[in-house]
């Protein structure tokens, strides 16, 4: 009974948490919606969530091409398929690694530092203090910080995809010894506009789920600077299983749409 009792509460107190993302995704696209947008701080947003996660994602997806190709090429040498290696690597970073491991990235990174920053703001009464100066404090902290993510995130998982497209070639042709014409070739070959649109949904549904999760537990956190450090915990960990969990129901729905292949 006890069990019971523990589910169903757990599964209530999950219908309220995906209730409360659900409002403020919603009053923050009707704050868009009637232009209440701050360009200052948009363009602050998007240096710090853009540019400034460049680097991470860079190595993340350099890396992660680097050791799938040296992986596929170690179980393809015994096939005589090396060149299928370039086709392989470069549809598995557009279609999924790339996309979520930025994703996942980024939600470390940037919405950490969001739910630390709206948090701080929530047990200091700062958020309180713009009520009362009649600040909406969805359209002053949220807006800005949703547009920069949305603008931000489909850039950043085409860099990570990229780049990892990058490091798988040079070591597939200039380490492992692959023939570069046919690694390019095929490459190119499999390769359509289609993985990179695909590439653009996913990072486009996953700053959708980045910037609202950060967004709701930095507005909820409380009990002073603990609750600050358990809602950045929660975002970290809430971001990563809805990017996950999420994936694999785009992935079932664009591969209906864009068939590889």
Same mark, same amino acid.
């Given at each position: 009974?006890?069990?019971?009792? =523990?589910?169903?509460?757990?599964?209530?107190?999950?219908?309220?948490?995906?209730?409360?993302?659900?409002?403020?995704?919603?009053?923050?696209?009707?704050? &868009?919606?009637?232009?209440?947008?701050?360009?200052?701080?948009?363009? +602050?947003?998007?240096?710090?969530?853009? =540019?400034?996660? +460049?680097?991470?994602?860079?190595?993340?997806?350099?890396?992660?091409?680097?050791?799938?190709?040296?992986?596929?090429? *170690? $179980?393809?040498?015994?096939?005589?398929?090396?060149?299928?290696?370039?086709?392989?690597? !470069? %549809?598995?970073? *557009?279609?999924?690694?790339?996309?979520?491991?930025?994703?996942?990235?980024?939600?470390?990174?940037?919405?950490?530092?969001?739910? !630390?920053?709206?948090?701080?703001?929530?047990?200091? +009464?700062?958020?309180?203090?713009?009520?009362? %100066?009649?600040?909406?404090?969805?359209?002053?902290?949220?807006?800005?910080?949703?547009?920069?993510?949305?603008?931000?995130?489909?850039?950043?998982?085409?860099?990570?995809?990229?780049?990892?497209?990058?490091?798988?070639?040079?070591?597939?042709?200039?380490?492992?010894? &692959? $023939?570069?014409?046919?690694?390019?070739?095929?490459?190119?070959? *499999?390769?359509?506009?289609?993985?990179?649109?695909?590439?653009?949904?996913? /990072?486009?549904?996953?700053? /959708?789920?980045?910037?609202?999760?950060?967004?709701?537990?930095?507005?909820?956190?409380?009990?002073? !600077?603990?609750?600050?450090?358990?809602?950045?915990?929660?975002?970290?960990?809430?971001?990563?299983?809805?990017?996950?969990?999420?994936?694999?129901?785009?992935?079932?729905?664009?591969?209906?749409?864009?068939?590889?292949?």
């Amino acid at each position: 009974m006890a069990v019971v009792e =523990f589910t169903v509460r757990l599964f209530v107190q999950f219908l309220a948490f995906l209730g409360q993302v659900a409002a403020l995704a919603g009053e923050t696209l009707l704050s &868009i919606g009637a232009g209440r947008i701050r360009l200052r701080l948009v363009i +602050q947003q998007i240096a710090e969530i853009g =540019f400034r996660s +460049q680097l991470v994602v860079i190595v993340t997806g350099g890396f992660t091409g680097a050791v799938f190709t040296a992986q596929a090429f *170690f $179980q393809f040498d015994v096939l005589n398929m090396e060149t299928a290696v370039g086709p392989v690597v !470069a %549809l598995s970073m *557009f279609r999924e690694l790339g996309p979520v491991l930025a994703g996942v990235m980024v939600a470390g990174r940037v919405g950490a530092a969001m739910t !630390a920053e709206i948090g701080t703001m929530k047990v200091t +009464q700062q958020i309180d203090a713009l009520r009362a %100066l009649a600040v909406n404090p969805v359209d002053y902290l949220v807006v800005p910080r949703a547009l920069a993510m949305f603008i931000s995130m489909p850039f950043l998982v085409v860099e990570c995809a990229g780049f990892g497209i990058l490091a798988s070639y040079y070591v597939g042709v200039e380490v492992l010894g &692959i $023939q570069g014409a046919y690694f390019f070739a095929n490459t190119q070959k *499999f390769s359509e506009s289609s993985d990179i649109i695909m590439t653009l949904v996913k /990072g486009f549904f996953f700053a /959708g789920i980045v910037v609202f999760i950060s967004c709701r537990e930095g507005l909820e956190a409380k009990n002073g !600077a603990v609750g600050v450090g358990r809602a950045t915990t929660a975002t970290v960990v809430n971001c990563s299983l809805a990017i996950l969990i999420v994936n694999f129901f785009l992935t079932m729905a664009l591969n209906i749409v864009f068939p590889a292949g």
